[in-house]
Structure formats: C-alpha cells, structure tokens
C-alpha cells in the first residue's frame, strides 16, 4: 500500500461536508480569483465511444461533474469519436446510460467531436496556409523510424518544404478520397528536434476509408486526439480540461494547436488514473475479456465496468463516496479493491433489507414441533432503518440452515449447531440437536433437533445463554433460487504482472464464479425484482439478477459480510 491510499483512508473516515481538497480544485479557486476564465468553469467528460465505461471513468465523471457543480459551472459530455473502426453506437448508449446511473446529468449538453469534423478540416487549412502543417508521403513505419529516440532527434521528412499551394491541394485530394489508406498523412510542422517527441512533426490527420457511425461515408480522412480534443475543447469554451497523467507530455501540442490557431485556450490539468488491486481497467483489455469468453459480456458482474458493477449490486452512491475519498493528485498509485467494497457495505448497510437466505442447505427436523403448524415470526427489514418496519417469516417444523452452521465433531471455537448444542434461530427459538440422518457416504443429511417453546423471538426466560444465532428458512415455504458468488477476476494483485512469455490473462482466476443452484430464501424474495438489493443475513449483500422468472429469481452476491479494509484503516490509524 502506498501512501497516497493512507491518505485517501483518512480523508474517507472523516466525512467533510465540503467536497475533498484536491489541487485542481485548487487551481480553479485561484483562476476564479483572478477571473482568468471571466470566472467561468466549464469542464467535460470526453469518452471514446469504444468499449464500455470503467470504474475508472467513474473517477473521471465524478470529478469533472463534482468540480463543475461545486463552482456553479457545467459540464459537458463529449464523445470523442474520432477512430470510425473501434467505436459503435452500442457505446454511445451504454456510456449514456451509465454516466446517468451514476447520477449526473450533462443537461443537453451532449456533443461529439464528429460534429467538429467541418470545423477541425478548416482549421487544418488555415494551419497549412499558414506554413505549419504539411501533407507527408512517408508511411507510418517511415514515419515511426524517423522519428528518433529520447536521446536522439528525429530527421524532417523529405515533403517537409512541399510549397503551400501542392500541399493545399493534396489534402483538398485526401479529402476527396484520391488516395488509399495510409498513403499519406497531414502533420503539422513544429520541430523534429523537440525533446518532446509528440512535438516532432505529430500526425493531424490520416486517410481511412470507414464509415463512420454518426457520419457515415462522409469522411475519408479523420483527425488524430491530440488535433481534435483540444479544438474541441476550445469549441465548447471549456475552461478546465482535466485528464489523466499520460497526456501529460502531450500539453505542449495541445498549447500549440490553440495558441497557432487564435482559439479560446482551455487548459489542460492533468490528474492520477484510477488503478485498482485485481482489477485491469482498460477498455482494450477488458473488450478482450468479452470477445474471448473469458466473462459473460461488458456487464458480467465480476467485470468493473459500470454496467458489470451495477448488475452485480453496486450503488451509484457508493462509487461517488468511494471516488470522493480517494480524491486526485499528481503521481499514480494503486488503491486497494478492499476500500471501494468498504464504501459499498458502508452504503448498502444503509440501504439494503435484511432478509434469511440459505445457500448451501442442510435439512434440520424439530421433532417436538407440532407437524401441521406454521406461525408467522415478526422480522426487522433494516436495524439501520426503523422506517423499514417489519415483515413476517413463515417458521415450521422442518427448516434449512446452513450447512456450515452444523458440525458433527465440532472443532474448538465452533460455537454453532452440533450434537448436544443448543443455539438461537435468528427470529425463532432456540433448538438443541438431538442426532443426525447420514446417507450412504456417511454424509450427514438431516439434523433432528428439538426446540424450547419458552424462546419464541430468541430468549429464554431462566436466562440462559447461547452462543450463538444462526439463520434458517422453512423448508415448506422456501424459494429455491440459483446464487452466484463472484471472487476476483485476477488472482493477482497487479494482473499486469506475469511471467516472461506469459500475458495478463494467465492471471484470471478460474474461480471467479460459482453458482449454487439450489439455495432456499425466506417467500418474501420470490418476486424480487432485478437489480432489488439485500442483505442476505449473516452472509452479505446480494443483488437479483435480470436473469430472475418470476418465482426462480437468480441472485448475485454483491460483496460478502466482512470488511477487510477496515481492519486495514483501523490498524493504520493506529
Ligand atoms: P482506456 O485506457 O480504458 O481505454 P481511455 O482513457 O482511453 O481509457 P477514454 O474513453 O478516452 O478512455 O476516457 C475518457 C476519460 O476518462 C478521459 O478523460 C480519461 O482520461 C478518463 N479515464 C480513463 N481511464 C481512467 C482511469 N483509470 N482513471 C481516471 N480517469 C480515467
Ligand atoms: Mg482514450
């Protein structure tokens, strides 16, 4: 663990009204200060529309969203579709769905760099015309190769000096789709010397010949990022252009095309990415997960994409808690999965109804129940909640519990059901076992119990003590539903990490999903919607799955009980 994560764990126990300091916040206070953008703040969130949002972009959307509300600006959403062979409209409307269940609301401020494409073309003119761009010949191989190292500069193209009307002309022929892919380029003219090597002579545009989404065959040439996301940005007069620290080399370009054109000058802050303990957040990577089957697609739930989290349980208040608490800072580190699972228990302890679910059932018989009874046991829906009053759980004579909660030889410190030892029924009675059922394989398949009619609702009126509750549902009433328990993807904690002539997908854990087919939940879950979210009691969150039928719901479990991270918070807050 870094330091920037003790950081964020003492910033997340102690909840501040006011959003988190941050350095851009900052500059933005400064920049208000000395009315630098006529005390404007405009900011934007600019996905590609290739792949599905993370929880990366998360971060991103939280930020650009929070900062820009905080200061009573807006925020722009732009999609920067600018490379037709990756991106589709299926993005466009999962990345609209998302940013929305996150909670945000770009207010019909929705753009796409692709309706700049007019204006982007103009101003490549007016870069040519003026003596800084030109139109190259060389390959993209030629191009790389010319390039030169850090160490090295580069060499200039020999079409450097093309005189500007042959090079008015070329492009004006790109254009209008004379020559084939790759064949040429525009780049513009800066310095094959500069140290920083997106200055030497960087690529504007490049023919391809691809239909575009949203423009279909209008275009056979397409402007690179660094030529449309500044414009675009320009375009929009966004003030604060916040991004993530790898285009922080980039800026000078970004300057550059601003400065050479006479546009409005947003300006580029750059912020740390959003890295996450057995996780992979890249859209290239995780696009390889759903094409090769490694998961079930972009919202499999053990994926941290935001459909894959919200299908799997997560809140969209959890993500905005845990996004506010890790903040921003100049240096990229690793934040432990541990602490986003923090935040969501934290949240859905608020929010989600108790309710007896068992999975892994083991039949137990109360021999001294009457056989034809049923009675209805008042069960609290949320301790955290007194408005979420109570509900009804049927209790009868043959019940399921949990089948880790019984032991035939008991181990030390195994406090709950085994021969001779009595326990509480959470909501019921207390129950002493009296003997087991074994099949063939000596498997014990049904526990005989009896039960104290004194303990109803879980005490004994002589005082004495159990030690421990345990939950149940009746056997008669129960639900059978199919559960599926999600671990790690990645059995690594950097899954980038591997071995020489291994890639990142040897580190997928092949235990990431088990399905339990037949669980049994207390009658009230037989209609549970999808995406009804609820603590399944003494086991964790659960959320039900859009693959539920009516009275076979299928759940996913969200995140267990136990909080790991803080006992990590606990220790290092000494
Ligand atoms: P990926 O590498 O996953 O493809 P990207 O940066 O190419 O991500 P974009 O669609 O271009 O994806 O991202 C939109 C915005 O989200 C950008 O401003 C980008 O900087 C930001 N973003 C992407 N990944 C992260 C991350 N891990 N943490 C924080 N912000 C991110
Ligand atoms: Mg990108």
């Known amino acids: ?107 019909g401020r929705l753009f ?49 000096d093309r005189p500007v009307e042959e090079n008015l002309n070329l492009l004006e022929r790109m254009r209008a789709g004379e020559f084939p892919d790759g064949s040429r380029t525009l780049r513009a003219k800066i310095d094959m010397a500069s ?44 003030t604060h252009s916040v991004c993530t620290l790898e285009f922080e080399d980039h800026r000078p370009l970004y300057n550059w095309f601003i400065e050479q054109l006479g546009i409005f000058h947003s300006q580029q802050i750059e912020f740390d990415r959003l890295n996450l303990t057995y996780t992979l957040l890249s859209k290239r990577k995780l696009l390889q997960l759903v094409d090769e089957g490694h998961v079930r697609g972009w919202d499999d739930p053990r994926m941290p994409t935001l459909s894959g989290v919200r299908r799997r349980g997560y809140t969209p208040e959890a993500l905005r808690n845990f996004c506010a608490a890790i903040g921003v800072s100049k240096t990229n ?34 021999d001294n129940y009457p056989e034809e009874r049923v009675e209805q046991m008042e069960a609290v829906n949320n301790p955290e909640d007194a408005s979420a009053g ?27 059901l085994s021969p001779g030892r009595e326990v509480r029924l959470r909501y019921g009675y207390f129950i002493t076992c009296t003997g087991v059922v074994k099949d063939a394989n000596a498997e014990v398949v049904e526990v005989h119990c009896t039960y104290d009619p004194a303990t109803r609702g879980g005490n004994a009126p002589d005082g004495r003590k159990v030690k421990s509750t345990i939950h149940w549902v009746s056997a008669a009433h129960a639900i059978s539903a199919e559960v599926r328990i999600y671990d790690n993807l990645f059995l690594k904690e950097n899954p980038n990490e591997v071995e020489d002539g291994k890639d990142w997908t040897s580190n997928l854990n092949p235990n990431s999903l088990e399905i339990l087919s037949d669980a049994k939940l207390e009658p009230s879950l037989a209609n549970a919607q999808p995406g009804a979210r609820y603590q399944f009691e003494r086991l964790g969150y659960f959320c039900a799955d859009p693959d539920s039928k009516p009275g076979a719901p299928v759940f996913n479990r969200t995140v267990a009980l136990k909080d790991t991270w803080a006992k990590v918070e606990k220790r290092t807050r000494g």
């Open 1 to 107: 663990m870094n330091s920037s994560n003790l950081t964020a764990a003492s910033t997340a126990s102690t909840p501040n009204a006011t959003s988190p300091s941050n350095f851009i916040r900052e500059i933005i206070i400064r920049d208000l200060e000395t009315n630098k953008f006529g005390g404007r703040v405009q900011t934007r969130f600019p996905p590609e529309p290739n792949g599905y949002l993370h929880l990366g972009h998360a971060k991103s959307i939280c930020l650009n969203f929070g900062l820009a509300a905080e200061f009573g600006g807006h925020t722009n959403l732009r999609f920067d579709d600018t490379n037709p062979e990756k991106e589709e409209q299926e993005y466009v409307d999962s990345i609209l769905r998302d940013v929305r269940w996150l909670g945000f609301d770009w207010e």
């Open 195 to 238: 140290p920083n090597l997106n200055m030497r002579d960087p690529v504007m545009y490049r023919i391809l010949h691809a239909e575009h989404h949203r423009t279909g065959k209008k275009w056979c040439i397409y402007p690179l990022y660094d030529f449309a996301h500044g414009q675009s940005d320009s375009l929009e007069q966004v």
């Open 390 to 416: 109570t509900r009804t759980v049927p209790f009868s004579r043959v019940l399921y519990i949990e089948r880790d909660d019984f032991r035939e030889d008991p181990p030390k410190q195994f406090y709950r």
């Open 112 to 160: 796409y760099a692709s309706d700049y494409f007019d204006q982007l073309y103009a101003w490549a003119v007016q870069l040519v015309k003026a003596g800084k761009a030109y139109v190259c010949d060389l390959s993209a191989e030629e191009i790389r190769k010319s390039r030169g190292t850090l160490t090295e500069p580069g060499t200039n193209s020999p079409y450097r």
């Open 333 to 366: 580190g690793t934040i432990e999965l541990a602490m986003l699972e923090h935040f969501l228990r934290e949240d859905l302890n608020r929010r989600a109804s108790r309710v007896m679910a068992v999975l892994r059932p083991l039949k137990v018989v109360i």
